[in-house]
T-cell receptor
């Protein structure tokens, strides 16, 4: 089967750096997604990692370690608008058309 | 460019009433289509997905159903709503048979069953 674990909530200060972790268990791996979801809105895609290492996209970076079943999303120079939930997701091993989502980490950025 | 529409944006319905939520996608062909529900403070729960017209896979037993009458139209229905059906319903699409491509979500419908 597959399982995804993320912290429920995190807080940080504007301008700071925050790391949101995601650990997973899966018997087959087809990459890992990160989505951002502002309250009351639809999730939007942030990143997809399939190889180990760090991928940077502006202020956001995503890291993957397949051997450790671990990923993190790194947000730099935090802004108030970064307050949102961050969802980690895996394609389902039996049918990669489907995504299995974690429950998400709700990040609150304070001034 | 591709766009995904959902309506209505918000809906308040009494228990036992029927439901019909519609989702349409523009700018792409043969998409995979998905219905998710997100209860308050909870994660995304996949309800249905479809890889083609008339092809529906149900993920969880419930009093909801889905239909795909056209390639880019996905409908979520219920004959009799329950209180537990309240939540944020999201439609999404993705490129068929390409798991490395992300899912694109519609704006969602917030359903309150009273």
């Amino acid at each position: 089967g597959q399982n995804i674990d993320q912290p429920t909530e995190m807080t940080a200060t504007e301008g700071a750096i925050v790391q949101i972790n995601c650990t997973y268990q899966t018997s087959g791996f087809n990459g890992l997604f990160w989505y951002q979801q502002h309250a009351g809105e639809a999730p939007t895609f942030l990143s997809y990692n399939v190889l180990d290492g760090l991928e940077e996209k502006g202020r956001f970076s995503s890291f993957l370690s397949r051997s450790k079943g671990y990923s993190y999303l790194l947000l730099k120079e935090l802004q108030m608008k970064d307050s949102a939930s961050y969802l980690c997701a895996l394609p389902w091993i039996y049918n990669t058309d489907k995504l299995i989502f974690g429950t998400g980490t709700r990040l609150q950025v304070f001034p | 460019s591709q766009t995904i529409h959902q309506w209505p944006a918000t809906l308040v319905q009494p228990v036992g009433s029927p439901l019909s939520l519609e989702c349409t996608v523009e700018g792409t062909s043969n998409p995979n289509l998905y219905w998710y529900r997100q209860a308050a403070g909870r994660g995304l729960q996949l309800l249905f997905y479809s890889v083609g017209i008339g092809q529906i896979s149900s993920e969880v037993p419930q009093n909801l159903s889905a239909s795909r009458p056209q390639d880019r139209q996905f409908i979520l229905s219920s004959k009799k709503l329950l209180l537990s059906d309240s939540g944020f319903y999201l439609c999404a699409w993705s490129v068929r048979a390409s798991w490395s491509d992300e899912q694109f979500f519609g704006p969602g419908t917030r359903l309150t069953v009273l």
